[in-house]
């Protein structure tokens, strides 16, 4: 059974939400009311007592207006995403819902398929990010893409390259990038091999197998560092070579994110050696 305090300080944040339910508890992109609070009250626990995920700077995103979070992917599974997604549920006053651009493939299985359009999580394409953007959302974005995912055990502090595309839709739009570095995901998912035949057999890029095989993440503290806003100015016509320079300072300072992260983490440990 779920803890009832949690469960009600959890459906009270979602009641919070500044979105625009109507009578049913539908919003104009179909998110529903009651399957956020369902999710929340599962990511939610799974935030605070498995993962015991510590975040930092949530200050610096905005408390209303189109945003985009735009982070490291760590970890061969989800786990970085729904951590993220929570974090803005819970961390920040009033609360945000913030809505991912996801993978074609979970479109593919019926139950996903539903609880991620019912909770915001949209297939990444152009026209859907940018609609939500003008509609004054919060977009979570992993340029790195599905080859972040795929990072090894030893590649999981590593960037992989960035697409372009956020760069461009933040121009168009007009919206700050809020840098952010998730650490722990590769710690929690310790992939040492993708199954890539495998995968396309189950319809996915590639299956993540783990010294235990199987990618069931383990019970590592995670932590999210959120960076200040970056805001470039321009149209999202320039030229490739100005666009990759913004694509740059973006992915600079997400690495300067997860070297910050990194020392913390090396001082909590060495702090917990040093204690009697």
Not at 73 to 92: K, P, R, Y
Not at 103 to 108: A, P, S
Not at 194 to 202: I, M, P, S, V, W
Not at 205 to 230: A, N, R, S
């Amino acid at each position: 059974m779920p803890d009832v305090a949690l469960t009600d300080s959890l459906d009270a944040r979602v009641d919070r939400l500044e979105l625009p339910f109507n009578e049913f508890g539908v919003d104009p992109y179909g998110i529903s009311k009651s399957h956020v609070k369902h999710a929340l009250r599962v990511f939610g626990a799974i935030y605070r007592y498995y993962f015991r995920v510590r975040c930092y700077g949530a200050e610096n995103i905005p408390p209303r207006g189109r945003a985009m979070l735009v982070g490291n992917h760590s970890g061969g599974v989800a786990v970085d995403g729904a951590m993220v997604l929570t974090s803005t549920m819970l961390e920040m006053d009033p609360p945000r819902l913030a809505q991912g651009m996801v993978e074609r493939f979970l479109h593919n299985f019926p139950v996903s398929s539903l609880w991620a359009s019912r909770t915001g999580q949209f297939i990444g394409l152009p026209e859907h990010a940018k609609r939500l953007l003008e509609d004054d959302r919060l977009l979570m974005i992993f340029p790195e893409g599905a080859r972040g995912t795929a990072k090894l055990y030893n590649e999981r502090y590593s960037l992989v390259d960035f697409g372009t595309g956020f760069v461009r839709l933040a121009l168009q739009t007009r919206s700050p990038i809020i840098p952010f570095a998730f650490l722990g995901g590769g710690s929690a998912v310790p992939t040492v091999f993708n199954a890539y035949t495998l995968g396309k057999l189950l319809g996915v890029p590639y299956v993540p197998l783990t010294p235990y095989l199987l990618p069931l993440p383990m019970p590592v503290q995670l932590d999210i560092h959120y960076g200040e806003p970056l805001v470039f100015h321009g149209t999202g016509d320039e030229e490739d070579h100005v666009i990759e320079g913004y694509v740059e300072k973006v992915k600079q300072r997400i690495a300067g994110l997860i070297e910050q992260g990194r020392a913390q983490r090396h001082s909590r440990r060495l702090g917990r050696k040093l204690l009697p």
